[in-house]
Structure formats: structure tokens, C-alpha cells
């Protein structure tokens, strides 16, 4: 649900660039709060390789933070990071539209990398070498490349806005809808857009 919200917010009000910008902050914090699972006062207590199996309320409440933190950050990263590239590419432009293609490709490329890098070289630096190490080194990973957007931002394009909120129209069409629901559909209706078919042959001799 949160990145319906996000992308809402997006052309709504704040804009792509913001909208990534405040969510990526929040998800730096994220990250952050994942990171201090290494932090040994918030470990599990631990007799004789027998640890408690429940937690304190703090550790509890830090646990579902750092869940609601997560869904909070990513949904207004993951749709607009991807649409605010897009922008930078001009579709009246043959070869900035072919780029543009290359983008996504180049795109999910590196987030399917990702994924496999997090499958495979996280999880056996987590299980051998510690969480601290393995919770850190994404967010190293992250930290530069927010560093990296932010730098570009003096030559980003910027796409308009919609001034008109969508909440507008939506609430509109249910409403028309709930109003008209007991209207009978024409059996053969009229052709409000376009004009009646004609046939060819009698125009083609007049």
C-alpha cells in the first residue's frame, strides 16, 4: 500500500525528486535500525547457549519500528526512483528514447544482481562473520549511492507536476457510478463519439 501513497504524493504534491529524497532518508533509517541487531544490550539473553525466548517491550518495539520504517521508506523510493530516470530522457528524441531503453534494461540487470549478491555473499557473511558485517556493508553500499544522486542533482530534469489532484476524478467516477447504477443499458446504443458506420460502396458512386 505505501508505494501507492508514495507515488500519489509524487504527482500530487512534492514531486519525484522530493518525494525519493525524504523517503530515501527514511530508509537510510531503516537501515540503520537493522544495523543494531550487532548492538549486544538489544541481543536476546543468552545461559548456556539457551537464549530467552522473549523479548523486552523495548527490543519488541524496536523490532516492529524498524518493520514500519521499512514499508514507509520503500514505498516512496521504489516507485519514483525508477520514473524520476525515466524523466531525464526526452521522448521526442530518437536517441534519447533508445536510451531510455537501455536504462531499464541496465536497470533491472543490477537489481536482480543485487538480489543474487544479497542471496548468496550476504548470507555467508552473515552466518560466518557476523550480522554487524552483513547488515553494514548495504548499508555502506547505500549511503554512497544517495551520495551519488544527491551530486547530480544541479542537472536533473524536472517533470511538471499535476496541478489537478487525481483524488479528484476518482472520487468523481464512484460517485457518478453509485448515482447511476440503476440505469438501464440501451440495447442499441448511439454512437456518442464517432460518427455511424456508412456504407462504402453507396459513397464511393455519389
Known sequence: MTPI?????????LGRYWTFTISSLIYVLMVLLTTV??????????????????GS????AMFYIALYVIALGAGGTKPNISTFGADQFDELDPHEKELKVSLFNWWF???FLGGLFASLALVYIQENLGWG??????????????????????????KARNL?????????????????WRL??????PY??????????????R
Open 57 to 60: 517491550s523495548s527490543k519488541t
Open 109 to 111: 540487470f543490477c537489481a
Open 164 to 180: 489537478k489532484s487525481p483524488t479528484t476524478d476518482v472520487f468523481r467516477v464512484i460517485f457518478t457510478a453509485m448515482a447511476n
Open 37 to 54: 541487531v550487532s548492538i549486544k544490550s538489544l541481543k536476546p539473553r543468552c545461559t548456556d547457549n539457551i537464549c530467552d525466548k522473549e
Open 133 to 158: 558485517l552483513g547488515y553494514g556493508i548495504p548499508t555502506v553500499g547505500l549511503l554512497l549511492s544517495l551520495i551519488v544522486f544527491y551530486l547530480g542533482t544541479p542537472i536533473y530534469r524536472h
Open 192 to 205: 456518442p463519439n464517432e460518427k455511424p458506420p456508412q456504407n462504402r460502396n453507396a459513397a464511393r458512386f
Open 5 to 13: 501513497l508514495g507515488a500519489y504524493l509524487a504527482d500530487s504534491y
Open 184 to 189: 438501464k443499458v440501451l440495447e442499441h446504443p
